[in-house]
């Protein structure tokens, strides 16, 4: 079965980075998008980013650019997304998410359990 | 950037009664339109794809409708086990945005 396991909670200083990682199994790592989307406490979802893992391609939300990179490592079906800079305004649960796409469009069809990262001086 | 506008932003309801959620785009993105449900301390859950498929295993009594830029979120006959936050979310073009969300309580 499809799994996406994240890395565990960080705790972070202002202008700090973070590094959270998303182990997938279960389907061909690079047949599908990989996608990082966050949550603040009490918020909504906010895409930040998406990689192709087999070319290793990247998109960014304007909102992060230059602060954020998706990287990944297909040896071990596992993507990446590091955030630098930190600000308080980072604490959020950060997500992965597969991209499914049809000949149509695309989802997320499977998510990570999210990552809780705290940034506080 | 699309923008999706949900409403409304909470909604109070007895069971087995119906809600209704609505999802509005700033522009048309034809069925690139899903639906997630998010319970708390949990990641999102897909309940419904392209504006009005279910998505595999999730119960009859949700719905999805719509095309364009309206849309709409339908529980029939609603469950305690339904208690949560609803989102909105469009793959037509990036960034890949979502509504604000809907929390839905039980009375």
């Known amino acids: 079965q499809v799994q996406l396991v994240q890395s565990g909670a960080e705790v972070k200083k202002p202008g700090a980075s973070v590094k959270v990682s998303c182990k997938t199994s279960?389907?061909?790592?690079?047949?599908?998008?990989m996608h990082w989307v966050r949550q603040a406490p009490g918020q909504g979802l906010e895409w930040m980013g998406r990689?192709?893992?087999?070319?290793?391609?990247?998109k960014y939300a304007q909102k992060f650019q230059g602060r954020v990179t998706v990287t990944r490592d297909t040896s071990i079906s596992t993507a990446y997304m590091e955030l630098s800079r930190l600000r308080s305004d980072d604490t959020a649960v950060y997500y992965c998410a597969r991209d499914y796409c049809t000949s149509i469009t695309c989802l997320f069809d499977y998510w990570g359990q999210g990552t809780l990262v705290t940034v506080s001086s | 950037e699309i923008v999706l506008t949900q409403s409304p932003d909470f909604q109070s309801v007895t069971p087995k009664e119906k809600v209704t959620i609505t999802c509005r785009a700033s522009?048309?993105?034809?069925?690139?339109l899903h639906w997630y449900q998010q319970k708390p301390d949990q990641s999102p859950k897909l309940l419904i794809k392209y504006a009005s498929q279910s998505f595999s295993g999730v119960p009859s009594r949700f719905s999805g409708s719509g095309s364009g830029t309206d849309f709409t979120l339908t529980i029939n006959s609603l469950e305690a086990e339904d208690a949560a936050t609803y989102y909105c979310?469009?793959?037509?073009?990036?960034?890949?945005?979502f509504g604000g969300g809907t929390k839905v309580e039980i009375k």
């Open positions: 990689i192709n893992p087999n070319s290793g391609g990247t």
């Open positions: 979310h469009q793959s037509s073009s990036l960034p890949r945005t």
């Open positions: 522009q048309s993105i034809d069925s690139s």
């Open positions: 279960g389907y061909t790592f690079t047949d599908y998008f």
